[in-house]
């Protein structure tokens, strides 16, 4: 089995916030954060309220005091071991994962989860695999004949590819998470991100009306995570709000186009939202279990 983060204290199952490195990339002149680079970017991070950092250099977000994690793409099982090893050599205290192209047949799918649990224990370092298009996870039928047949699997949970790419609100989506709860019982990391049933990535408030939409998948998980944690382990939270292609650009003042939204900024209500999503699950959980 693919084990939980932890870090090794008797502290209650929490989520842990965090930061991935593309919700920085290319930020435009006018984003509420300047740009910073070096020492001055990780004590921002870490002013700003968050505990770790994806993407980042694992020896300054140490000195900062922040957790490090790492990704990596794996296409076939002989390459996944080297950088499994190359990753967990840098410091990373975890890794989320792009697996295969979504091209191969169920004994292919297999090999290469396999392959990735193998060397999670074998490098005592936990591997994420993450739902996202253009891999072994792109659509939900199969992601849960994936998980039938390697109930060991966990996944990073970047819904967005299949709220979109599946356009998920297209019919019943109470049956959808229903029929996808495996997949949630075994989420243990997320990349946020938001979209409707066009647009992956789309500007938003609390009250935007795929919000609740999201806040389920959400919370789903977050209860699966919190139904077998221990002491120690925490499920880190990173909105991953990406520029080029992913951030949708218009014309302003009848001549610039930009970026629709702050992603910086968005990232931070993004987290407000991640943070109420948990209480939920905790108090759904406790009722579940007649407390309280």
């Given at each position: 089995?693919?084990k939980?983060i932890n870090d090794?204290s008797?502290?209650?199952?929490?989520?842990?916030?965090?930061?991935?490195?593309g919700?920085?990339?290319?930020l435009?002149?006018?984003?509420?954060?300047?740009?910073?680079e070096?020492?001055?970017l990780?004590?921002?991070?870490?002013?700003?309220?968050?505990?770790?950092?994806q993407g980042?250099?694992p020896?300054?977000?140490s000195?900062?005091?922040?957790?490090?994690?790492?990704?990596f793409?794996?296409?076939?099982?002989?390459?996944?071991?080297?950088l499994v090893?190359?990753?967990?050599?840098?410091?990373?205290d975890?890794?989320?994962?792009?697996?295969?192209?979504?091209?191969?047949?169920?004994?292919?799918?297999d090999?290469?989860?396999?392959?990735v649990?193998?060397?999670?224990?074998?490098?005592?370092?936990?591997?994420f695999?993450?739902?996202?298009?253009?891999?072994?996870?792109q659509?939900?039928?199969?992601?849960?004949?994936m998980?039938k047949?390697?109930?060991?699997?966990?996944?990073?949970?970047?819904?967005?590819?299949?709220?979109?790419?599946?356009?998920?609100p297209y019919?019943?989506f109470?049956?959808?998470?229903?029929?996808l709860?495996?997949?949630?019982?075994?989420v243990?990391?997320f990349?946020?991100?938001?979209?409707?049933?066009?647009h992956?990535?789309?500007?938003?408030?609390?009250g935007?009306?795929?919000?609740?939409?999201?806040?389920?998948l959400?919370?789903?998980?977050?209860?699966?995570?919190l139904e077998t944690?221990?002491?120690?382990?925490?499920?880190p939270?990173a909105?991953?709000?990406?520029?080029?292609?992913?951030?949708?650009?218009f014309?302003?003042?009848?001549?610039?186009?930009?970026?629709?939204s702050?992603?910086?900024?968005?990232?931070?209500?993004?987290?407000?939202?991640?943070e109420?999503?948990?209480?939920?699950?905790?108090?759904q959980?406790?009722?579940d279990?007649?407390?309280?």
């Amino acid at each position: 089995m693919i084990k939980n983060i932890n870090d090794g204290s008797k502290n209650e199952p929490r989520l842990h916030k965090i930061l991935n490195r593309g919700t920085i990339m290319q930020l435009p002149d006018w984003s509420s954060i300047p740009k910073l680079e070096d020492k001055d970017l990780y004590a921002a991070i870490k002013d700003y309220g968050y505990e770790g950092f994806q993407g980042g250099d694992p020896a300054l977000c140490s000195e900062f005091g922040l957790t490090s994690s790492g990704s990596f793409r794996g296409n076939k099982p002989e390459e996944i071991e080297k950088l499994v090893k190359e990753k967990k050599g840098m410091g990373y205290d975890a890794l989320t994962c792009h697996l295969g192209w979504g091209m191969e047949d169920d004994s292919q799918v297999d090999t290469l989860v396999q392959t990735v649990i193998k060397h999670s224990e074998k490098y005592e370092i936990p591997i994420f695999i993450e739902t996202h298009r253009a891999t072994i996870t792109q659509d939900i039928w199969r992601t849960v004949e994936m998980v039938k047949r390697n109930p060991e699997i966990r996944f990073n949970g970047d819904f967005s590819h299949w709220y979109t790419g599946l356009e998920m609100p297209y019919g019943s989506f109470e049956d959808k998470c229903d029929f996808l709860e495996p997949v949630f019982k075994r989420v243990r990391f997320f990349h946020g991100r938001m979209g409707n049933s066009s647009h992956m990535q789309m500007k938003f408030d609390k009250g935007s009306e795929f919000v609740a939409d999201f806040e389920q998948l959400w919370v789903r998980s977050m209860k699966g995570f919190l139904e077998t944690a221990q002491p120690g382990d925490y499920l880190p939270f990173a909105p991953e709000l990406l520029p080029g292609n992913y951030a949708r650009k218009f014309i302003y003042d009848g001549k610039e186009e930009r970026e629709e939204s702050d992603r910086w900024q968005q990232a931070l209500t993004m987290i407000e939202i991640a943070e109420s999503c948990f209480n939920e699950a905790k108090k759904q959980l406790a009722s579940d279990k007649g407390e309280g």
